[in-house]
Nanobody, 122 residues
Framework: QVQLVESGGGLVQAGGSLRLSCAAS????????MGWYRQAPGKQRELVAV???????RYADSVKGRFTISRDNAKNTAYLQMNSLKPEDTAVYYC????????????????WGQGTQVTVSS
């Protein structure tokens, strides 16, 4: 079992930055791959970024060059640095984790955080 707790959401103006954190507790092997999803009102949940324990990453096209996922394996914590934020980035952001160390065939996490709201004003 893995428990995920997100922090760092909030309200920011367009062009600003936020950093989300996700602390994982429980089985460290349950969080071999960690990622961030988001869900805007009336839209489907979408994958924003994913990172393996070994450091490989993948991003949604909409955030490439603006968002950076990272992790501190010693602290079992993942981060999402979000720069040049746009109003369309407004959503609830969810941290997710999975014991599968590979995500090339897709990231289907077993564990989810409770979500943190990010609101970008224009």
């Amino acid at each position: 079992q893995v428990q995920l707790v997100e922090s760092g959401g909030g309200l920011v103006q367009a062009g600003g930055s936020l950093r989300l954190s996700c602390a994982a507790s429980g089985s460290i092997f349950g969080a071999n791959t960690m990622g961030w999803y988001r869900q805007a009102p009336g839209k489907q949940r979408e994958l924003v970024a994913v990172m393996s324990r070994g450091g490989s990453t993948r991003y949604a096209d909409s955030v490439k060059g603006r968002f950076t996922i990272s992790r501190d394996n010693a602290k079992n914590t993942a981060y999402l640095q979000m720069n040049s934020l746009k109003p369309e980035d407004t959503a609830v952001y969810y941290c997710a984790a999975d014991p599968n160390p590979y995500y090339s065939a897709g990231f289907y996490p077993d564990y989810w955080g409770q979500g943190t709201q990010v609101t970008v004003s224009s």
